[in-house]
């Protein structure tokens, strides 16, 4: 059943421009900006665990924005008609109370015990080009991935889409669905048999295995290997691909797929999605990522040259104490990151949170701890200095492997989405002027 309820603690930021209330006259006196206060919808699809991670999309082309979790889609924009568009049969049990227990789904909230789905990742793309949305889902850690075909026009009356396998073995447990060869078209990067590499799909034969092309030698990669990039570090137009113990760089031609070449580098040890982002704008890509999937921390890594040589040093967000973060805000387990201009003022913020029940309710730091998700609000002095400001945006879903921010709903604003052992939730992103006084009221304070 869709609940909704506002988020229990006001986000923040400023939006310069249209939103601005502006005063002109002849003599050119400043400008007046208006504070612009931040917060949260959550609304809630489903308390089911059947994915961990969830997509916007179009699934049934009406021009609004559909959430796709586990075998389901929802009808947007309100999210309340669910349809199944692959085997929902499945149900799990569990004992409360000395009771046995039936629910539909794998084990989660709902059961209380720790269960893992074949459902990690979800993403949509037309792939074959007929107008419709597909759906791909990267799989458990070591197995398939696949694309479930759109059937057009009787979309909601089908349950039954035509499955493409996509990639026989997908490894990692951070892949990402980017452009990394430049055609224009999204790739599966991941690693696969302990190489890193990518494949991508044959426009002109979408059922076809994608094409496999390694970018490293064989790594020996674990199938469970944390931390994973795509980004142009070096600044030459090409997108690289980035992982905790470096970053590999793409070379001029792809012609008979060369070896990339490595810069060894230290990020932690396997966080989540990576990024290289230009944090502290003088002009050089930096590095963002967690420190540790089951662990604590979340850094950037200021890129800096010395000759021709890239390096990077860290700065720390925040870690395991309270007193690590300049505002006191500590939580662990950062396996899903995503980074988006949140609150329209031209900066990437960080999009993260607590994934819950990653090994289950006994495992990992602090399991039973609030399962949060929040937004860090980057801003930059004009000496180049860096802050993160941290705003909480709901203290009871958490992320899964994935959290994805979009503008589902056309307002320019963007949305955030998560699918995982807690259930399916919607964070729709709401913004309202208000006074200077209240705007410095709900704003998160420095540690003394």
Partial sequence: MISRRASHWLSLGTLLGALSACTSTPSHSAKTVTPILHTFEKITLSHEFWSEG??????????????????????????????????????????????????????????????????????????????????????????????????????????????????????DESPRFADINGDGRPDIVCASRGSFGYAEYDPKNPTALFKWHAVTPNLNLHKFTHGLGVGDVDGDGRMDLLEKDGWWQQPKSLAGDPVWVRHAWTFGTGGAQMYAYDVNRDGLNDVITSQAAHGYGLSWYEQYREGTEIKFREH?????????????????????????????????????????WAHGPAGDPEPNAAPV??????????????????????????????????????????????GNKHGVYVFRHQAKPVTAAEYEAAQPKPLK
């Fill in 54 to 171: 969830a997509c916007f999309a179009d699934i049934n082309h009406d021009g609004k924005m559909d959430v796709v979790s586990g075998p389901f889609w929802y009808e947007g924009p309100s999210f309340t008609v669910r349809h199944a568009y692959s085997d929902a049969s499945r149900t799990s049990k569990s004992h409360k109370n000395g009771k046995e227990v039936t629910f539909p789904g794998f084990k989660g909230k709902l059961g209380d015990e720790n269960e893992y789905s074949a459902n990690f990742f979800a993403y949509s793309h037309d792939f074959n080009g007929d107008g419709w949305a597909d759906i791909l889902i990267l799989g458990f850690p070591g197995e398939n991935s696949w694309w479930f075909e759109n059937p057009g026009r009787d979309v909601a009356a089908n349950n039954n889409w035509k499955r493409h396998v996509a990639l026989e073995v997908t490894d």
């Fill in 373 to 418: 998700v929040y937004w860090f609000q980057l801003k930059v002095g004009p000496d180049h200095s860096v802050d993160f400001i941290p705003h909480l945006v709901d203290d009871n879903s958490g992320t899964g492997t994935e959290i994805m921010a979009q503008d589902y709903n056309g307002d320019g604003r963007p949305d955030l989405l998560v």
């Fill in 316 to 356: 720390s967000i925040m870690n395991k104490e309270a007193t690590e973060n300049r505002y006191g805000v500590h939580f662990s387990q950062l396996h899903a990151i995503d980074l988006v201009d949140m609150d329209g003022d031209g900066l990437k913020d960080i999009v993260t949170g607590k994934r819950f």
